[in-house]
């Protein structure tokens, strides 16, 4: 079977994967090249919601984060890329009794709902190395990847498989729609209402070498350790934006409150400042599956701040359903949640 995927961001470049894995011929199309949108971006936190007020949502995530570390070794595997993943765990900070609490709480939620395929617990705080208070949640589900290597894996493993990613092309076969938040628009309901928006967010490379230690997650911000001595911060979320990828005094606002959050980043000089734009669903949870009215046309799209955990997980069921009509695509994540 032939399929024609639009788009090199991690959404079109895992369902393409998902699909070549299995036989299919493949070819990604995108103009910008691998990567190019939010999907080119420096942060790459694999981490899960809170383990309270349970959904499909959440289950959905916590699937998806159990078997990134298989999937993504099997991309590393086949390709010879190397898409930085690594499942260190996290840390936060407990500020006061109320949000140990809190933490403790959650605790016994995360080992209801985790099953025992992962912890929450609260902690002492390393050494060197923790969000500046003497205790911190840490959680052993959370993982990290690089982005954009994460991007230029798949791309190298999808031509492993005789795939090809090109920068134009004729659709051939099924169509999977993957554009980002671009493409939501030309997704529109009844009422002419897009199936959702663009939110932009900045985020910065700082020279520390932490590699190996847990990433942190302080005053809302996501600070990752990467593989190649550097940290990542971020990020901002902004409705309203004028360039898409520019940078301003957003971005210094991230890296002084990171600075101020993490004591270890109070030196640290910055290396790479970096924007980009996130496709947003107007459900709030990723778009998957047919296309309304579009035979043989399907979408995967709105991602957002999980598209990269949830990656995984929505390029199989997408390509059960592209490839063998077998659909078992959550209710929540379904493409007219959003119209």
Known sequence: MEVTVRGAGVAGLSAAFACARRG??????DPRGVGAGASGG???????????????????Q???????????AAVAEIGGGDPGYARDGRLQPVPDEAARERAEERARGAEALWQGRATWRVETSPEGWGPGTALAIRDSLSGRLHPERACHALADAIRA?????????????????????????????EAGRP???????????????????????????HVVPHADGTV????????AFDGEATTDAALDDVVTRARAAVPA??????????????????????????WPGRA?????????????????????????????????????FRVKASL
């Open 24 to 29: 299919a011929k493949v070819r990604v199309v």
């Open 42 to 60: 420096v942060v790459g936190a694999l981490a899960p919601h809170v383990p309270e007020n349970w959904n499909p949502k959440k289950a959905f």
């Open 62 to 72: 916590l699937e998806s984060l159990l078997m990134s570390a298989d999937w993504w």
């Open 161 to 189: 498989l005789g795939g090809e990613v090109v920068p134009e092309g004729e659709d051939r076969g099924a169509v999977i729609h993957a554009t980002g938040w671009r493409g939501l628009e030309a997704l529109r309901n």
């Open 195 to 221: 199936a959702g928006a663009g939110i932009k967010g900045q985020a910065a490379v700082l020279g520390l070498d932490r590699r190996g230690l847990p990433q942190l997650f302080a005053d809302g911000l």
């Open 232 to 239: 990542a911060v971020g990020s901002t979320s902004e409705r």
């Open 265 to 290: 980043l109070r030196d640290a000089p910055v290396l790479r400042r970096w924007a980009g734009v996130r496709p947003r669903a107007r459900s709030r949870a990723p778009m998957l599956g047919a």
């Open 296 to 332: 043989g046309h399907f979408v995967h799209n709105g991602g957002f701040k999980i598209g990269f955990g949830v990656a995984p997980l929505c390029a199989e069921l997408l390509a059960d359903l592209v490839l063998e009509g077998r659909d078992a695509i959550p209710e929540g």
